[in-house]
Structures are given as C-alpha cells and as structure tokens.
C-alpha cells in the first residue's frame, strides 16, 4: 500500500522547468500500466490497476491535462 503511494507521488510530481519531460515521462507510464492491466500475473493486474486508480483520483485537473497531453485516448 505505502509503495503504491510512493509511486503515485512521484509520477504525479511536476517540474515547472521541465514539464515536457513529466509528460512524456507520465505518458510512457500509464501506457506500460495500462499494458500491464492485461498481465496473466493477477498481482501485477491488480497493482496495475490500483495504481491508475489512484492517480486518477488525485486531481481533476490531471484528467484533462492527460486528455489533452494523450490525444490518441479522445
């Protein structure tokens, strides 16, 4: 549980001077998590979705940040 919340700081963690690199950076992530959602391991499923889970429900603000930086989810 406390790693799970480690990570989702840390990819939510923006950088005013860099935040083409969050984006990428936070792009690449969800898609290797939504890759992993489709695991045959049911712990890597369940991580896989927690995690997505919990970053999607931080802020409304990172959704449409997200819909606008992943144009391919529109």
Known sequence: ???????????????????????????EFFGLLLFSTDASNKAVRLRSCQILSEVSCLEFRLYWSLKFTLPHLN
Do not use: I, M, W
């Open 1 to 27: 549980e406390r790693v799970v919340k480690f990570v989702v700081h840390f990819v939510t963690l923006r950088d005013q001077n860099h935040g083409s690199d969050c984006d990428a950076f936070l792009e």
